[in-house]
């Protein structure tokens, strides 16, 4: 599926619609020589949503869903987990592509999701791979990254003002429509979450 990518003026600012594949939204993105104003939906190929500049309440976002399947994204993405190659995060923690960042040290990077699924919707990654695509490919010298994620989605909750109720989720393979083989954590709050998820 190639990538498509669509802009419509409105009066508070232009928007820009991003879809398609994964795998050539990397080369869409450096293609468009993106401003840092510009928020993409990158990180989403079986998604389509209006995403406003920054200026806009990032609470007052609607979302589009798209026709894509997500299952189906989810398995192209595994296809090439395995590949060492580079990911839309590697690229992110480069600053090749904009982010907003929430938190960052030394060894971990926390920015927001640009396809939020809560008001707020912040991505916790480790700054090295490290063989870790996915949490099942974890090992026990991993432990100490591992730690640092929990510790910095914390740290996340409490810098957005969630402390007191979110929710940390890691998608893991294709049956968890896992899109982008870095490990990451999500951390999901500003309203209230419902059970059992997904």
């Known amino acids: 599926m190639r990538m498509a990518a669509a802009a419509a003026a409105s009066s508070s600012g232009s928007f820009f619609i991003l879809r398609g594949a994964y795998a050539t939204a990397t080369a869409t993105a450096a293609s468009l020589k ?8 990158l990180f989403s190929p079986h998604r389509l949503r209006l995403s406003p500049t920054p200026s ?3 609470r007052s976002v609607s979302y589009v869903r798209a026709t894509g399947n997500e299952e189906d994204a989810a398995k192209a993405a595994a296809a090439t987990a395995d590949s ?5 995060f590697d690229k992110i923690i480069n600053k090749e592509i904009p982010s907003t960042i929430v938190y960052e040290d030394d060894k971990v990077l926390a920015f927001r999701d ?6 707020v919707h912040v991505l916790v990654i480790p700054k090295l791979r490290d063989g870790l695509t996915q949490l099942g490919k974890a090992e026990e010298r991993h432990g100490n990254i591992l730690g640092r994620l929990m510790c910095a989605a914390k740290i996340v ?3 957005e003002g969630i402390l007191d109720g979110f929710r940390v989720v890691i ?4 049956g968890a429509c896992q899109s982008v083989y870095h490990l990451h954590l999500h951390v999901l709050g500003g309203r209230q ?3 059992p998820p997904g």
């Open 56 to 58: 806009l309440s990032r």
């Open 114 to 119: 640009v396809n939020p699924q809560a008001p």
């Open 193 to 195: 979450m419902k059970w």
């Open 34 to 41: 993106a401003s840092p104003r510009t928020a993409f939906s």
């Open 171 to 174: 998608n893991n393979g294709p």
């Open 157 to 159: 909750a409490e810098k």
């Open 84 to 88: 060492g190659a580079s990911t839309i």
